[in-house]
């Protein structure tokens, strides 16, 4: 009976061995297994103090580690800006320094002489003063460096009512041409595709092809003559219906050829203006710098002169007007100078500048 308790009592305490011995080898681990583990992540369970086994770990258990923080450092704080740096603003005094334009060349910027220029075998400088109105200054000259052929025409124009100078219109090199004026017919062998310009305003051109060349010559059209019906001596603003419907039919004459459309009778715009159909003329010029319409219905012409306190001549009006005609810019035979000076006349059928606006109601 006491064996079998002995026995029984051995049993029990070698099932009680073997409990402990399982419960110790899964409670201690190896730490690297520790920190590989699916658990690594979560905070190890709190070990209570006191447990059984004796000593702070408890029945001798090692301590449990814990696996080491890597050694980091937080990043360093964005650099700092700086404050922003107010520029010098220029005070009132300040000079504002300027670099200069380079000098042209002096026969570039040279103004033209102030005593008349007198007409010679060398062109006379554009716009330099002249003494006689509607004199010519026109030659051919050979080039010595070249051997090619030069030619210059210039006119004493009125550039206003108390200036003349020399409006040099032409200046060409580089032709061949005989220096004598041609005629038209006349035989140019040699000068075979030659075009030479003659004065005033003549163009002869030799053709290319043929045995016997001839030259071909044409000369600027001469504008209409004025009417006879309207007295030359009298003031734009002191003429009469009739004498305005008799310059009108020669008006439109003038600016419309025959066989071509004639410009409508039409409303004023709201504005009280003939509808701007384009201008003729030529702006810029010396003696002749406006434009005009290329022409008017008469009773839109006849009602735009009754508007007028123009105090020029009606010859300087047809001096002027003639001037434009074909855009020849030819003073016919004085251009627009006097005219456009004269009180309340520019802006009455020709105008100053680009434009040639035709007012219709007051």
Known sequence: MRMERFASRVVFVSIGIWLLAACTSAR???PDQQQSGASSDADP???ASGAAGGGPTGNGDRPRETPATPNTKPPPP?????PPVDEPKPTPDAAVIVEPLPQMDAAVIDPPPEEPVACSDEAPPHRSKCVTEGELCARWS???ATGYDRYFACQCRAETS???VWDCYENSSGSVCPHETQNGGDPCFGYKSSVCTYPPQKRCECPLVGDDPRWSCEEAETPLLPTTAVDPEKLVRDLGDEERTAWCEWFLEATVPPGFPLPPEVPPTSSGY???????????GVAVDGMMPPGLPVSVCVT????STCEAKVAELNDCTRSMLGGTCWPQPRGCARYFEAPGCA?????RGAQCPIRLVE
């Open 28 to 30: 201690v681990q190896d």
């Open 45 to 47: 369970p709190p070990v």
């Open 78 to 82: 964005p650099p700092s800006t700086p």
């Open 142 to 144: 050979t080039d010595e």
């Open 162 to 164: 108390t200036s003349l």
């Open 274 to 284: 003939y509808p701007d159909r384009g201008c003729t003329g030529c702006a810029g």
């Open 304 to 307: 735009h002169l009754a508007l």
């Open 347 to 351: 802006g009455t059928i020709a105008s």
